[in-house]
């Protein structure tokens, strides 16, 4: 009679350490945490914060599993799902069809539209018509590149300049290297909220809506459903408007 309860728990333990030998109680994640505030690095602790942080961990939580992040470089992202160093990218990767060509989305977990930041004194840009003649600077690769990449070949603007970071981008608009960045708008009101000295501001939505997903391999579909599934639970449950408030405050 005795010997069943410890037979089970024998079971259970075998089980639970297995599946910590496999890997498959680990969620790999790898994000770039120089987007506040999505994800960002907190500079007493190191530690990685931000809106997709916490909804990666809370992703964790409800699949069971232990959330390990990387902080890598935006355009190693892919690649590193690619060579499946990681099990998912989350860093307010817009859901595009090119990029969707080579990974799977999850369902999209946040609206987002770009924004154009100047130096404060301009007075004449306020949308996407009045770059002409004008110098971009973008982080490379992202959505704010592609459609400055378009403007300039529609001849609506002088030129790009691509660097790794956000920051570097808002750097040259400082210096007067660039005359404005074209950048996802909840980023850039982060970005002047840290930097209230920073003489910078920036004009509001100047395109269309985007919205962003969790990044995977196009092979691991059993992962693609259980992080859909995690998602509207917590729709459901109100962890997501919990976290949305933690970062964006009341809708
Ligand atoms: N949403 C934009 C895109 O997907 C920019 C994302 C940049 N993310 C980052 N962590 N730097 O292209």
Not at 50 to 63: P, Q, S, V
Not at 66 to 81: F, T
Not at 180 to 200: G, K, M, Q, S, T
Not at 212 to 237: D, V
């Amino acid at each position: 009679m005795k010997k069943l309860p410890v037979f089970i728990l024998t079971v259970v333990l075998v089980v639970a350490a297995s599946t910590v030998a496999w890997g498959a109680g680990v969620l790999r994640v790898a994000t770039e945490a120089g987007f506040m505030p999505f994800e960002f690095v907190d500079e007493k602790t190191g530690e990685l914060l931000g809106f997709d942080m916490e909804l990666i961990k809370a992703i964790g939580a409800e699949l069971g599993m232990e959330v390990k992040i990387d902080n890598i470089s935006w355009d190693g992202l892919i690649p590193a799902l690619l060579n499946n160093n990681y099990d998912v990218s989350i860093a307010g990767i817009t859901i595009t069809e090119e990029r969707a060509a080579s990974v799977n989305f999850s369902d999209p977990y946040f609206e987002s539209v770009l924004t154009i930041v100047t130096k404060s004194n301009v007075q004449n840009i306020a949308s996407l018509d009045d770059l002409q003649g004008k110098i971009a600077a973008v982080q490379i690769s992202t959505t704010g590149d592609f459609e400055a990449s378009d403007l300039q070949d529609a001849g609506g603007l002088k030129g790009v300049s691509r660097f790794d970071t956000v920051t570097d981008a808002m750097q040259a608009v400082i210096i007067g290297a660039a005359d404005v960045v074209i950048l996802d708008l909840p980023v850039a009101n982060a970005y002047l909220e840290a930097n209230p000295h920073a003489p910078l501001k920036h004009v509001g939505p100047v395109a269309d809506n985007e919205f962003y997903g969790i990044a995977l391999n196009k092979k691991n579909t059993e992962l693609l459903e259980k992080i859909n599934g995690a998602l509207t639970q917590l729709h459901e449950n109100g962890t997501y408007d919990k976290i949305y408030q933690n970062w964006f405050g009341a809708q």
